[in-house]
């Protein structure tokens, strides 16, 4: 009997969890699996929180795919509430921090990324202050929810940060009639390339947000203990609600000394089938993936590489680990990502895949870059949106690096096509002439991507 | 300075025409473009004729996306109105309708393909029955747009055939309120499997259509040269209007006696550069095209392919012809294909790309197939519309063979993923595996393209 610990009990911890009982029943290997989580919900959506916010979903339980009791009833001891402060692996034991010291045969680290809270946010206690806060967890989601819902017309929210999240958070709380600004310290979203980042701050503005790039916040007014606005150097803006989006940090401390190799944020790296050291497994937000396009090791605390590397990790440690068995492998990512901002009859979609500009250059490719503009159906059909394109490739082998998109409804998934180019390492002429599905409702004669790969075909 | 002949004026005639132009200007070569027509418009979308019947489109104008002044300025001289009957390919000449030969040095066949009218359609002077008519040209199109917009609402529209235009046109019919009924005599929508046409029917039949599988039309009643019903061996339907969407033949009739090789069909069969004989080029609708993954020559009289397969043609006679430089080549087809159904409050969209089941039997591969259910979006989004996926791949080698997908508004365009895919060769492992773009509007957590190629890989 082999004793697997899983510590998380989100994405990437519940599905290497099952698919280790399901590889190790194949093999007839036995495997008692625990599974640790510091908190009281398991495999639920991060993703879907924002629409929680705007109210889109009902419910937060709509938000889990799978509550405690499903995953005990599959044989897994899951044992929420309990947080793991430090370990030693070569003991193979962990600590929890009421002092229980639990030993283990594999460990499985799936703790995922926190939402980082600077220090602005906080009051002398550490606590975020009263109307401060960031969206990650589920207890994130019922707070804001709450508060969105008794939010009075035109209260006003900033929101920090103009990733996923900022955008998703401005999208719910201009839906709830509230008053948005914006402020990142970037000069653009860090989504995507500059020469499309107006097409997205404009659209949001049309619905009525405000968004200041170059911010950079310096600190909060707070009365009472509760925040009134937000300060940068040379600027204020008041506030009833800031929601802290600025990233997310590798939960990862209580791995510390003991000699792993960690990216300098904290994050692991595993390979394809989980493994960072002789017994110690990781998967999910809390480990960084190989990028194909240029074997970079880069953080992309995304669900859906969670499932997937999870998945792939669970295989290989139920099958016996590796040289004792094959098992499914994780084969890295292509830096694929989509979101979306609707709202105030504004419908933008903004998706990418592939390298930036500034990886390319990075990476010693010699790209080649252009934008290009097209619609989501032919010109004709009322559904025609326009969809505006980036597509780059790389001089000397034609090879396609980078397509993002920015569009109206239908533009963002058509990221998937260049993904699935990139992803057999294809040039922009395989994706100017291959067989793209037209119809009037759904595309151009020639389709939007096509013109693109081959203006870009063209000046290669 | 050679003599083009290009017969044909629409998305095969006039990309290659533009482009052999523009292809000669850059190796600084002089041709002479002449192009002939037997109907009175240039490049315009058939494809759009059911969404002009249904309203969707106010005027044919807004079809055609090249006037004939806009290609005469381009320095083609454009003859309307003429149609060719016969040639000699060994002197090099054509001969019109009324009697003119015109020489050329370099013909280029792109006559499309005409709709089939059968002889139950026709009346004894050979022109159809007043209220029957095909929907193929600009002229079927103002015909029937003047019919929908007229008729009372109730009138019986009977619609032969259920291949994409038979689709359409009970969409646009059922949306001006008439009474639809399609018939078809197959068991089944030709474009998808089995499997999967319950899931259309059904829905045509919520919208309120009638649809009859099985029934081979024998007879049209006629009560004074205009029709009143439709007959077939045992059964008959009343009929106001009769759209016959049975399918096209290539206009090919003009080369008999040249001994040029032909599909039974009368379909050219000419290589990616467009070249069928010295001195003959063919695109577009009139040909034959190849389908990469089974190599087979198949029949897919589609714009899309049209437009791919005479700019390469164009850009290869431009250049000099083979042997004399390189041009663009069109590299073949998958087999992808899409079109919806909207009306009475159901969305279907039908997509499908790569080769039937029998199509991989016929090609001597060891199919493995599977439907698999999943949501357009995320299950606690509004957005998510359920999508049903048809996915098969072959034993030994765990290639993709096709993907044919039923679903909801977003369903439709995922195809193109699995086309990507098709193109490179790739494994339904790579679809399984590949970073596609994961938001709760766009998609589950494991995209369902994912969740049924990985279902079967798990059969392989």
Sequence with gaps: MTRVLVVG???????????ALRAA??????????????????????????YWMAGDVDSGDDLVARTAEQHRRAGIDLRLGVEVVSSDLAARTVTTR??????????????GAPAVLPDWARGPDGTPYAGVGAVKTLDDGAMWRDRFERAAPGDRVV???????????????????????????????????????????????????KVLLGVEVS??????????????????????????????RPATDFLAGNGLDMAPNGALRPDGHGRVADGVWAAGDCCEVRRRIDDAWV??????????????????????????????????????????????????EIARTGLSHEDAVAGGFDPVALVTEGTTASGYMP???????????????????????????????????????????????????????????FATAWEVLQIAARRVAERL
Tied chains: 1, 2.
């Design 9 to 19: 009990a989100d994405a990437a911890g519940m599905s290497a969890a099952h698919q």
């Design 25 to 50: 029943a194949e093999v007839g290997r036995e495997l008692e699996v625990t599974v640790l989580d510091k908190g009281h919900h398991t495999s639920y959506s991060a993703c879907g929180i924002p």
């Design 98 to 111: 009421s002092g229980e010291e639990i030993g283990y045969d594999e460990l499985v680290v799936a703790t």
């Design 159 to 209: 929101v920090v940060g103009a990733g996923y999240v900022g955008i998703e958070v401005a999208e719910a709380a201009l839906r709830r009639g509230l008053d948005v600004t914006v402020l990142t310290r970037g000069r653009g979203l860090s989504l995507i390339e500059a020469d499309l980042c107006g097409l997205v701050t404009d659209a949001m503005g049309r619905a009525g947000a």
């Design 219 to 248: 600190g909060l007014d707070v009365e009472d203990g509760r925040v009134t606005g937000v300060r940068w150097d040379g600027g204020h803006v008041p506030a009833d609600h800031v929601v802290v989006a600025v990233g997310v």
């Design 299 to 348: 953080f992309r605390p995304l669900g859906t590489h969670a499932n997937k590397h999870g998945r792939a990790l669970g295989d290989s440690l139920g099958r016996g680990g590796l040289g004792r068995g094959d098992g499914l492998e994780f084969p890295g990512v292509l830096d694929t990502s989509i979101t979306r901002f609707v709202a105030g009859g504004e419908h933008v």
């Design 383 to 441: 559904e025609a949106a326009p969809l505006t394109l980036w597509v780059m490739a790389d001089r000397p082998t034609r090879r396609l690096l980078g397509v993002q998109v920015v569009g109206g409804e239908g533009a963002g998934k058509r990221v998937d096509t260049a993904a699935a180019v990139l992803w057999a390492g294809g040039t922009v002429d395989d994706l100017a002439w291959m067989d793209l599905a037209y119809a009037p409702p």
